[in-house]
């Protein structure tokens, strides 16, 4: 199983990244998957989220209105799209897939359980 992310960069505050996130390995379908980021000493937290399945979404309250997933179920990637950027959005990103819990909210991604990827940085200047 590999998760390939790409897509982060500096960018200035107001701006925009879309990130990506693309399956390997794994059945698609099945998939909740999502995006966590990790700022320097702060603890790992949950972005967006989505059931494959059914569509079903989760998401920090810092992101609404500005973020948005979305998943190409042909190209087994999940997109984040990220608008309105802010400093504090400053993080390295992580992508996070397992078979869906059914369970809701964050817990739609099992842990343990998940399969993660590499990590991309993501800088938002001032």
């Known amino acids: 199983v590999q998760l390939v992310e790409s897509g982060g960069g500096l960018v200035q505050a107001g701006g925009s990244l879309r990130l990506s996130c693309t399956t390997s390995?794994?059945?698609?379908?099945?998939?909740?998957i999502g995006w966590f980021r990790q700022a320097p000493g702060k603890q790992r937290e949950g972005v967006y989220c989505?059931?494959?399945?059914?569509?079903?979404?989760y998401y920090a309250d810092s992101v609404k209105d500005r973020f948005t997933i979305s998943v190409d179920n042909a190209k087994k990637t999940m997109y984040l799209q990220m608008n309105s950027l802010k400093p504090e959005d400053t993080a390295v990103y992580y992508c996070?897939?397992?078979?869906?819990?059914?369970?809701?909210?964050?817990?739609?991604?099992?842990?343990?359980?998940?399969?993660w990827g590499q990590g991309t940085q993501v800088t938002v200047s001032a």
């Open positions: 390995g794994i059945t698609f379908d099945d998939l909740a």
């Open positions: 996070a897939a397992g078979k869906d819990t059914g369970h809701a909210g964050w817990s739609r991604i099992p842990t343990p359980g998940a399969y």
């Open positions: 989505i059931s494959v399945s059914d569509g079903s979404t």
